[in-house]
């Protein structure tokens, strides 16, 4: 079992900026990869970026050149830093880890983008 907080999301202005954070406990040893995915209610989770072990990144087209996932190892926390942030932004954001005996997800994080 692997245990997540969230934090950072909030309420900014359009083009403004957000720092989500999501700390990592239990059995970490067995992480393969962490990431965000976000979610409007009624609608499906979409990736947001991920972020494996030896350093691969992925992250969906619309958040490219806006929004940067990384990782503090020692912590086992997964950041990811959120720029020119748009209305269409606003979602709930839910970290996520993979690890060899299954997928775990946070409780989410509001981020609410005002035009």
């Known amino acids: 079992q692997v245990q997540l907080v969230e934090s950072g999301g909030g309420l900014v202005q359009a083009g403004g900026s957000l720092r989500l954070s999501c700390a990592a406990s239990g059995n970490i040893d067995t992480i393969a990869a962490m990431g965000w995915y976000r979610q409007t209610p009624g609608k499906q989770r979409d990736l947001v970026a991920t972020l494996g072990t030896r350093g691969a990144t992925n992250y969906a087209d619309f958040v490219k050149g806006r929004f940067t996932i990384s990782r503090d190892n020692a912590k086992n926390v997964v950041f990811l830093q959120m720029n020119s942030l748009k209305p269409e932004d606003t979602n709930v954001y839910f970290c996520?880890?993979?690890?060899?005996?299954?997928?775990?997800w946070g409780r989410g994080t509001q981020v609410t983008v005002s035009s």
């Open positions: 996520v880890v993979f690890t060899d005996t299954g997928t775990f």
